[in-house]
């Protein structure tokens, strides 16, 4: 049974920095491609950024480039999101997802596997 388990959210202020972990069992994902995906109310799910797990290779979305860093430790099955200089448009429920292939890794629609979400609060 696959599981994707985040954690780490929190009430921050602008300009300062969260870590969220998603931490992943139940299957291989060598092969496969992380993304983070975030969702505030009244609004579409929307593309954070992913990672393919073999290669590293890291995609962003325009809004977050240069604040937010992903990564992942294989040996813990963990991908990580560091988000810095955060700013109150960063607020929403912040998910983990998984896919097997990088292609269309902006679309929430193709992704196999997600976690519960986990609560981001920028506050000005």
């Known amino acids: 049974q696959v599981q994707l388990v985040e954690s780490g959210g929190g009430s921050v202020q602008a300009g300062g920095s969260l870590r969220l972990s998603c931490a992943a069992s139940g299957r291989t994902f060598s092969t496969y491609v992380m993304g983070w995906f975030r969702q505030a109310p009244r609004k579409e799910r929307e593309f954070v950024a992913a990672?393919?797990?073999?290669?590293?290779?890291?995609y962003y979305a325009d809004s977050v480039k240069g604040r937010f860093t992903i990564s992942r430790d294989n040996a813990s099955n963990t991908v990580y999101l560091q988000m810095n200089s955060l700013k109150p448009e960063d607020t929403a429920v912040y998910y983990c997802?998984?896919?097997?292939?990088?292609?269309?890794?902006?679309?929430?629609?193709?992704?196999?596997?997600w976690g519960q979400g986990t609560q981001v609060t920028v506050s000005s």
């Open positions: 990672c393919s797990w073999s290669s590293g290779n890291a």
């Open positions: 997802a998984a896919k097997p292939f990088v292609s269309n890794y902006r679309d929430y629609a193709q992704y196999d596997y």
